[in-house]
């Protein structure tokens, strides 16, 4: 008794899907990189005249190169995310596993530039070691980490990261007690560009939950979100590890 499943069409999807992904990746590095220039441009000018003219252009012509200068730093942002989303998967893995612990810690380095009092308001618990990137790594705590601090900050609670170890498998989170997410947006919350209902007043490109989806996806591991017990989000990332590389005899 034998089966015979046919494939072909499935490959195919598949074939189709990886092609329209690396179509994707290269569209959104070249534009981000090619924009750079000129954005930097218009940022350094804008800013000379702001400095070097503030007493003889009056106040009106200041309120412009202001808000230029603030589209200009907002778009410029926007681009180096997309200039990150396109590079995920581009690195190779390291020869030896990445401490987390130090990860974290130069993650809330750089957020407390930012944020105020940054080393009370994250508990940190004892995180596994992985097979990963650290510059990925880097990218999966700093936008979690920043967001429960952006929208949880001021919670009394601290904000909670941890992780634990099964086989290959490490999965981390991040959990805040802030308003947290609707039912209804969860599902979309890792999607590029898509802001919730709550964050639509605050900082912010709507890339970088995507960015973090998309390590864990290339890490052939996944992201969600869950409510916190007692109100707020649990941001939750799994990744699997490959086999370490045999060495040659």
Request: charged residues 25%; hydrophobic residues 40%.
């Amino acid at each position: 008794i034998g089966v015979i499943l046919d494939i072909t069409r499935a490959k195919k999807i598949e074939e189709q899907l990886i092609k329209a992904n690396s179509e994707l990746e290269s569209f959104a590095y070249t534009v981000s990189h090619d924009l750079r220039s000129p954005l930097t441009a218009i940022l350094g000018f804008s800013e000379f005249l702001q400095n070097n003219y503030k007493d003889t252009s009056g106040d009106q012509v200041a309120d412009c190169l202001g808000e230029i200068q603030k589209g200009g730093r907002k778009m410029l942002s926007l681009l180096e995310d997309l200039l990150t989303l396109a590079k995920v998967g581009k690195l190779d893995p390291p020869d030896q596993p990445t401490d987390a612990n130090r990860v974290v810690q130069d993650v809330l380095a750089e957020l407390s530039e930012r944020y105020a009092e940054v080393a009370k308001a994250v508990r940190c618990a004892v995180l596994p070691e992985i097979l990963v990137s650290d510059t990925l790594l880097f990218q999966i705590f700093v936008n979690l980490i920043g967001n429960a601090l952006l929208y949880a900050g001021n919670s009394a609670q601290a904000i909670e990261v941890g992780g634990e170890r099964s086989g290959r498998r490490v999965t981390y989170f991040v959990r805040d007690y802030g308003p947290g997410i609707p039912a209804e947006e969860r599902s979309r919350i890792f999607e590029v560009f898509y802001r919730g209902t709550g964050s639509r007043q605050l900082k912010g490109t709507g890339i970088g939950l995507a960015i973090v989806h998309k390590i864990a996806l290339f890490h052939r591991g996944r992201a969600w979100v869950e409510e916190t017990p007692g109100g707020g989000s649990t941001f939750i990332v799994e990744l699997c590890e490959d086999e370490p590389k045999k060495s040659e005899s």
